[in-house]
């Protein structure tokens, strides 16, 4: 049972676009939710998070947007840069302190 | 460096065997975190130790096991190996029990690889 899932695998965009990447999960017991970044032959590096009180948490150039009746958040990156290019994971935690991923989206950002 | 080390970087055994992964969090951290991602997929979340003690499971299977040692350092077993069991593992650390708003760092991971 998939309880966070990331419907697409992979995103490709221009430099200087928005990146949009969308997660969706079930349990609505989740009280909070992160994003990580993930390049080849590393570990993941925490991005942003947010409280499920909130609906919008901002940072630079990353805003992730929570819609709880949709059981919905996405991670918006404006404007992407060719860094930026990695797989991304979302994550929620439950009131066990486990933290559930996704499966990833690779975002390539080409110039 | 997220100040997370996990050892060995790389591991090839033959099926049957058995490993074991260790993982240093990183100073101060009381909670250690176990993950397993094979191929390209998603992080499956294993097992988690706040101060020595086991606090929540995952989809862990019967023949790995793991535990917190006093210094907080922290060991996977994986034991009769199959095929299937290759993939790379993952540790990450929080300084609380609950990794929330203060989010968990992970280490770059053990590839093991089973032949």
């Known amino acids: 049972d998939q309880q966070v899932k990331q419907n697409s695998p992979s995103l490709s965009v221009q430099e200087g676009r928005i990146s949009i990447l969308n997660c969706d999960y079930t349990n609505s017991m989740f009280d909070y939710f992160l994003w990580y970044k993930k390049y080849p032959a590393e570990g993941p590096t925490f991005l942003i998070s947010i409280s499920s009180i909130k609906d919008k948490n901002e940072d630079g150039r990353f805003t992730v947007f929570l819609n709880k009746s949709a059981k919905h958040l996405s991670l918006h990156i404006v404007p992407s840069q060719p860094g930026d290019s990695a797989v991304y994971f979302c994550a929620a935690r439950t009131n066990t302190d486990k933290l559930i991923f996704g499966t990833g989206t690779r975002l390539q950002v080409f110039p | ?115």
């Open chain 2, 1 to 115: 460096d997220s100040g997370v080390t996990q050892t060995p970087k790389h591991l090839i055994t033959a099926t049957g065997q058995r490993v074991t992964l260790r993982c240093s969090p990183r100073s101060g951290d009381l909670s250690v975190y176990w993950y397993q991602q094979s191929l390209d997929q998603g992080l499956q979340f294993l097992i988690h130790y706040y101060n020595g003690e086991e606090r929540a499971k995952g989809n862990i299977l019967e023949r790995f096991s793991a535990q917190q040692f006093p210094d907080l350092h922290s060991e996977l077993n994986l034991s009769s190996l199959e095929l299937g069991d290759s993939a790379l593992y993952f540790c990450a650390s929080s300084p609380r029990m609950i990794p929330g708003s203060t989010e968990a760092f992970f280490g770059q991971g053990t590839r093991l690889t089973v032949v």
